[in-house]
């Protein structure tokens, strides 16, 4: 695979093709739909990058609920190592993981195997889009593989995995909270999904779609400089991010460290988890 240290943040379609049949490379289709949650595993039915093996947002990338942990729980430990296993993915494996395109569901795989400890994953630029308009192999048979033949031992990097009186404190610190959610949500002018509108006082905007362009990522020297612009004097390790529940937020996680920002953290529980508690301070308008 790609030398010694494999794909980490995010590979090209023309550049990931002929690696396919690769023993040591595993690649997941994560696409999905908030608006149908069967939707990106009947896609996945119908039309998959060739022994791409299928993970469910709501089933194999989120845990059980827990008090403050939003719409999408982070999972256990156990439970994600047990998911990897039956995916066939061991320690040795190049992870590729794809959604319809812009990345935000991939995102959340390639941050949880990375917060697992798992370096070599990254995301299909221009995801299954990107893949179809170059004409490259699709197949719709269900790929054959073996699951590992013991659990991934998962240990998730706690330090990177924030709850909302970790964020309490790290805004009280000077820290910066960004929220990945779409401007009109962060500002509370219309709320979709959950029962509340707004954002969390001190929070900034950067909507996820701001990583993107003509639905790729931004050049690496381009989104290094849009993220120095909003760290100020601040590195990686003084970012947290969130969106509405934890998924789009992993957009900038992957975006940063594309860029080279690599330490920022996750809010897990994000907007969702916020709100859960009725007492928690709402803001409305721009940051």
Known sequence: MNGSTGWTTLVQAEVLAPTLGDPLLVVLDARFSLADASAGENAWNQAHIPGARYVHLDRDLSGTHAAGAGRHPWPGAAEFGRLLAARGITPAHQVVVYD?????????????????GHARVAVLDGGFEAWSARG???????PRFAPAATPYPVDF???????????????????????????????????????????????TSRPYACNLVDGRFKPRDALAAEFAGLLGTRDASGVVVMCGSGVTACHHLLAMAH?????????TGSWSGWIEDP?????????
């Open 157 to 203: 990097d706690r330090r990177g995995l924030f709850d909302a009186a970790r964020v309490h404190r790290h805004l009280q610190g000077g820290g910066l909270l960004l929220d990945a959610r779409a401007g009109e949500r962060f500002r509370g002018e219309v709320e979709p999904i959950d029962r509340r509108a707004g954002h969390v006082p001190g929070a």
């Open 279 to 287: 007492a928690r301070p709402v803001s409305t308008g721009a940051a």
């Open 100 to 116: 319809a395109g812009d990345g935000a569901f991939a995102a959340r795989a390639w941050c949880l195997l990375r917060l697992a």
């Open 259 to 267: 860029a080279g920002l690599d330490g920022a953290g996750l809010y």
């Open 136 to 142: 490259l192999p699709l197949e719709a048979e269900p």
